[in-house]
């Protein structure tokens, strides 16, 4: 994580400059894991914060994934890519599993620690989102609050509930409605192998669907956080 200054950089921390994170995983250990669950046909879904975790993830999926696929391995929050390997997502069929409430949160103190240059692609979320027309989207509860709600204000707004940055976060990174809301919902089925079953409204799927007071997909933006959920079917 980028607070506890874990998330592994290229270069140190401006606040630390003593270190520049570390890694949980050997480069031989990696490859073992990943060389397994190609073999035997299982998704791999790998914790990557910070540019050079990232790139190593990158990388190393790279290696046995060879091209296109339909594997789905995932990078489990993929925070601070740089820009110079968002490449790799498209070019692997690598999905960025994504939580925009981090962005929000963290970029009030994140730029004390990255700098001006990294802090911009802290929550590349449209970036991402181009590489292979979708990605996958979560909470990540009990780090961050578990109502999706907030994600999808977040994702759109580019903004925490008390309205932090006043003009948005990085606005360039921001998504439409429609992508935020496929993300908490089609495409993060699709994430796990699940389209088929959940993640849309049609007849053979399951009826696992929440109705609102709203339609966030008209309603003024700054109404969505309070917006309440009436009914939940599942």
Known sequence: AIGSSGAMLFAPYIDIPSTSGFFLITQEKFDEFCGLAYKHNFQVCTHAIGDHACKYTLETYAKFLKGP???????????????????????????????????????????????????????????????????????????????????????????????????????????TREEALKGMTIWSAKGMFLEKEIGSLEVGKYADFVILNCDIMKCPLEDIPSRKVVVTHT
């Open 69 to 175: 696929n339909d594997r789905r391995w995932r990078v489990e929050h993929a925070q601070v890519v740089n820009p110079a390997d968002l490449h790799l997502f498209k070019e692997y069929s690598i999905l960025p599993s994504m939580q925009p409430t981090h962005g929000t949160s963290d970029c009030a103190w994140a730029q004390f620690r990255l700098g001006p240059d990294r802090i911009k692609h802290m929550s590349t979320l449209k970036d991402l989102v181009r590489q292979n027309g979708y990605y996958v989207f979560g909470s990540d509860f009990p780090v961050e609050d578990i109502n999706p709600l907030d994600g999808f204000y977040s994702a759109v707004a580019r903004k925490t509930l008390k309205g932090y940055p006043t003009d948005g976060f990085e606005m360039g990174n921001s998504l």
